[in-house]
């Protein structure tokens, strides 16, 4: 769903329909104390929903709550830039309630924050009478169908390294920050930094070293960087903390090609097909990597 124009209407029509509706004359607070409390930011499972031009969409797991065909749910939305959302927003939680048999959306409430986390406005979307579901509702699919969710990232701050291109001052303020050298790691890694000086990941892999996302990125990044010695390594840590990576285990298929070792690598890359039948899309997508088309299946 990579390059999509998704919807995002906060400061538009459905916003003020649902002031309109409720009553509200058209502000939410800053800080919270809107007619509900701001939902914070999901620090649990995260389900990747889709990918857009300005943002990224995931379903808080541990957050849903169902009740016959009526739920409960959270989403993350996440802007590829620190200001790129309603309201010069990083990142937006809105909670809202779901009603599976009429596929309509009510009770959005809407917490907006900046990069760091902190709350900037607490905005009511709508009220009970709520909405139809949209395209880009992609919850609602999520949290009504019976599919198992797949691969999952672990909190807001997962999904922002994931999606979100750090702040160009960033580096310079980082100090000893785990999470902000994790960020810096993963933009380097993904391409978005473009004054990377190359020691980000190393930086971040020293904060936090049972971080596998973190190795991930510089094992990713080293590959990259014609490294295949360290970066076969990072993989090799990856599966320490997470045995099923299936990102590690099709990065090592790689690095078997490339020594020349094919057969290794086909066993190795099937290993990763059969946890994830989209790894190599998912490489490609997130890394930069062109794989070749030999890759793209077992």
Same mark, same amino acid.
């Given at each position: ?75 993350? =939305? ?26 309509? =959306? ?12 902190? #709350? ?100 990713? #990044? ?26 590690? =285990?099709?990065?090592?298929?790689? =690095? ?32 930069? #990597? ?9």
């Amino acid at each position: 769903m990579t390059g999509r124009n998704t919807r995002w209407a906060y400061a538009g029509l459905p916003l003020a329909l649902a002031l309109a509706a409720c009553g509200d004359g058209g502000k939410g607070n800053e800080g919270g104390g809107a007619s509900a409390a701001a939902p914070a930011l999901p620090a649990g499972r995260l389900q990747p929903l889709a990918q857009g031009v300005t943002e990224a969409r995931y379903l808080a797991l541990d957050e849903v709550r169902k009740s016959g065909a009526t739920a409960q749910a959270v989403v993350l =939305i996440v802007g590829k830039t620190p200001e790129a959302l309603s309201g010069r927003s990083a990142m937006i939680a809105r909670r809202e309630t779901i009603d599976c048999s009429g596929r309509r =959306i009510s009770n959005e409430q809407a917490g907006l924050y900046d990069a760091s986390g902190r #709350l900037l406005r607490n905005e009511l979307q709508s009220s009970s009478v709520g909405r139809a579901a949209e395209g880009a509702d992609a919850e609602v699919d999520a949290v009504c169908g019976a599919a198992a969710p797949g691969a999952t990232l672990a909190g807001w701050r997962a999904a922002q390294r994931e999606a979100q291109q750090p702040p160009a001052d960033l580096k310079a303020r980082a100090g000893e920050d785990p999470n902000a050298w994790a960020w810096l790691c993963s933009g380097a890694a993904r391409g978005r930094s473009p004054n990377s000086s190359g020691d980000e990941c190393d930086r971040a892999v020293k904060l936090n070293p049972q971080t596998a996302s973190v190795h991930l990125d510089r094992g990713y #990044l080293r590959l990259m960087r014609g490294d295949k010695g360290g970066a076969d390594a990072d993989f090799k840590q990856v599966l320490v903390l997470e045995q099923a990576n299936a990102q590690a =285990i099709f990065g090592r298929s790689l =690095i078997k090609a490339m020594n020349g070792a094919m057969g290794p690598s086909r066993t190795e890359r099937g290993r990763a097909f059969d946890l994830d039948p989209k790894v190599a899309e998912k490489v490609e997508a997130t890394y930069g #990597l062109q794989i070749w088309p030999e890759f793209r299946s077992r």
